[in-house]
């Protein structure tokens, strides 16, 4: 699996026979440091070019410098954090060995490998790390080959090893972060390469809220759909989305655990990954009490992603940047060919095109994920463009059953007692039109300063 972010390849390897033809893991390096459960082997490459060391950015905090014996430190207290979220206790016997060896890096794209291999009658990991790399890569790293060792236990030595959904590894990897970074962040020569330590305030904040982080980036990045958390873009796992991808997959993750037995089901995920050749197949069977299609996570997550932007939406945005967001809001992605060879052309349509042209199906879960939207720029929006978002909010809640809007602490099982009813395309086609008409008279009459209002793009 080599993902571009993390720089990460996870490879079944053919070493066996050369660890057991010399009776020793080939893992290990010089100045081997064993960590205090024997879980971990903690080795370092020499340097062949010793005058020359990369350097993090200047100012940046955002970086760890990794040295052997602080490492076999730092991974046990990563590894006892990660097993804390997932229901595991501290007593629980490990399986497979994890062998990591330090290289100097040679830039701050340095790949992360991660080998495994099935040695007798268990799984052993080798994970080779520069010496210098961000937190974010640093955690996805640890992360990805902890969630391996649990998933594999018991797969044999001939049998499939698990495959890690990204937006487990990163959610799981984020919530480390927020919840112990500063215990299992441990840098030499100071807590944080090429900068502070982190501040005490800072990380009381994220004691107090260990969606802190995922809050500030949310309140001004799109929370991103299970679809789209299914499937992440290269962009996304590139971090070059402002941080939405890694704030949605730990806000997920964050909600599955507060289902009734989160942890436990999550633990049988991770039990079931072997045995299927695709995650969510495994995901259904774990979750199936909750979910038993995409269609039921999806409206699941549309309400607790507007419960937690509900409890701190953040300051109301200006009344042109409220009016570029509505803006933003009302058109539809789209693909199409102009014949059978042509590669696929991105467009954007409107909610009445939308309503007019797209397959049911297509229609409607596009029209779910803008109802869920507008329920959340709705909170930010200056007072004219608010009313507006609630007016097209409500037509396409009419048009698809959904009439009631949610309130902001409705639970997974949320069910209306009122019959729905379902407006027609051409009712709702009207209110649209009369919503859109009543937009344009407030973009060109009401664009004025409004008191208290903060963001950027004043008018």
Same mark, same amino acid.
């Given at each position: 699996?080599?993902?571009?972010? =993390?720089?990460?390849?996870?490879?079944?390897?053919?070493?066996?026979?050369?660890?057991?033809?010399?009776? *020793?893991?080939?893992?290990?390096?010089?100045?081997?440091?064993?960590?205090?459960?024997?879980?971990?082997?903690?080795?370092? +490459?020499?340097? @062949?070019?010793?005058?020359?060391?990369?350097?993090?950015?200047?100012?940046?905090?955002? &970086?760890?410098? =990794?040295?052997?014996?602080?490492?076999?430190? #730092?991974?046990?207290?990563?590894?006892?954090?990660? !097993?804390?979220?997932?229901?595991?206790?501290?007593?629980?016997?490990?399986?497979?060995?994890?062998?990591?060896?330090?290289?100097?890096?040679?830039?701050?794209?340095?790949?992360?490998?991660?080998?495994?291999?099935? &040695?007798?009658?268990?799984?052993?990991?080798?994970?080779?790390?520069?010496?210098?790399?961000?937190?974010?890569?640093?955690?996805?790293?640890?992360?990805?080959?902890?969630?391996?060792?649990?998933?594999?236990?018991?797969?044999?030595? @001939?049998?499939?090893?698990?495959? $890690?959904?990204?937006?487990?590894?990163?959610?799981?990897?984020?919530?480390? /972060?927020?919840?112990?970074?500063?215990?299992?962040?441990?840098?030499?020569?100071?807590? *944080?390469?090429?900068?502070?330590?982190?501040?005490? &305030?800072?990380?009381?904040?994220?004691?107090?809220?260990?969606?802190?982080?995922?809050?500030? $980036?949310?309140?001004?990045?799109?929370?991103?759909?299970?679809?789209?958390?299914?499937?992440?873009?290269?962009?996304? =796992?590139?971090?070059?989305?402002?941080?939405?991808?890694?704030?949605?997959?730990?806000?997920?993750?964050?909600?599955?655990?507060? /289902?009734?037995?989160?942890?436990?089901?999550?633990?049988?995920?991770?039990?079931?990954?072997?045995?299927?050749?695709? !995650?969510?197949?495994? &995901?259904?069977?774990?979750?199936? #009490?909750?979910?038993?299609?995409?269609?039921?996570?999806?409206?699941?997550?549309?309400?607790?992603?507007?419960?937690?932007? #509900?409890?701190?939406?953040?300051?109301?945005?200006?009344?042109?940047?409220?009016?570029?967001?509505?803006?933003?809001?009302?058109?539809?992605?789209?693909?199409? %060919?102009? @014949?059978?060879?042509?590669?696929?052309?991105?467009?954007?349509?409107?909610?009445?095109?939308?309503?007019?042209?797209?397959?049911?199906? +297509?229609?409607?879960? *596009?029209? %779910?994920?803008?109802?869920?939207?507008?329920? /959340?720029?709705?909170?930010?929006?200056?007072?004219?463009?608010?009313?507006?978002?609630?007016?097209?909010?409500?037509?396409?809640?009419?048009? =698809?059953?959904?009439?009631?809007? #949610?309130?902001?602490?409705?639970?997974?099982?949320?069910?209306?007692?009122?019959?729905?009813?379902?407006?027609? $395309?051409?009712?709702?086609?009207?209110?649209?039109?009369?919503?859109?008409?009543?937009?344009?008279?407030?973009?060109?009459?009401? $664009?004025?300063?409004?008191?208290?209002?903060?963001?950027?793009?004043?008018?």
């Amino acid at each position: 699996m080599n993902r571009p972010r =993390l720089g990460c390849a996870v490879v079944i390897g053919g070493w066996l026979a050369l660890a057991v033809a010399s009776g *020793q893991p080939v893992f290990s390096g010089r100045q081997s440091v064993n960590s205090i459960s024997g879980q971990f082997v903690v080795s370092s +490459v020499q340097d @062949d070019a010793p005058f020359f060391r990369v350097q993090p950015p200047p100012g940046s905090t955002n &970086f760890v410098r =990794l040295e052997p014996a602080l490492l076999a430190v #730092a991974v046990e207290r990563f590894k006892l954090s990660l !097993w804390r979220q997932i229901g595991l206790a501290a007593d629980v016997p490990w399986s497979g060995k994890i062998f990591l060896v330090v290289h100097p890096a040679r830039s701050l794209d340095d790949m992360v490998n991660i080998t495994s291999s099935p &040695f007798l009658s268990r799984w052993d990991y080798r994970v080779e790390l520069p010496d210098l790399l961000s937190n974010t890569r640093y955690a996805r790293a640890l992360t990805s080959v902890l969630l391996e060792e649990i998933a594999n236990r018991a797969v044999n030595a @001939d049998g499939r090893a698990a495959e $890690i959904p990204a937006w487990l590894l990163d959610g799981l990897a984020q919530q480390v /972060l927020a919840a112990d970074g500063e215990k299992v962040l441990l840098s030499a020569p100071a807590n *944080q390469a090429g900068g502070p330590p982190v501040s005490r &305030f800072d990380q009381m904040q994220f004691e107090l809220d260990p969606l802190a982080s995922a809050r500030r $980036i949310l309140q001004n990045e799109p929370v991103l759909t299970f679809d789209e958390l299914s499937w992440p873009t290269a962009a996304q =796992l590139a971090g070059a989305d402002g941080g939405a991808y890694d704030a949605s997959a730990q806000l997920f993750l964050h909600e599955l655990l507060a /289902l009734n037995n989160g942890p436990a089901k999550l633990r049988n995920l991770l039990a079931e990954l072997p045995a299927h050749y695709n !995650w969510q197949t495994a &995901f259904y069977r774990a979750f199936h #009490a909750d979910f038993q299609r995409p269609l039921d996570v999806e409206k699941w997550w549309s309400l607790r992603v507007v419960s937690f932007a #509900a409890r701190s939406p953040g300051p109301r945005w200006t009344t042109v940047v409220s009016r570029d967001r509505l803006a933003g809001m009302l058109s539809v992605p789209v693909e199409f %060919r102009g @014949d059978s060879n042509a590669l696929p052309t991105h467009a954007e349509i409107s909610l009445q095109a939308a309503l007019q042209n797209l397959t049911p199906d +297509v229609r409607d879960w *596009q029209l %779910r994920i803008k109802l869920r939207d507008l329920a /959340l720029v709705e909170l930010r929006l200056a007072p004219p463009f608010g009313q507006l978002a609630e007016g097209y909010r409500s037509a396409l809640a009419d048009f =698809l059953g959904e009439n009631k809007k #949610a309130p902001a602490n409705a639970g997974a099982n949320h069910r209306s007692s009122a019959m729905k009813r379902q407006a027609s $395309i051409s009712d709702t086609l009207k209110k649209l039109d009369a919503l859109d008409r009543r937009r344009r008279e407030i973009e060109a009459h009401a $664009i004025i300063p409004l008191p208290g209002n903060s963001g950027a793009g004043a008018p």
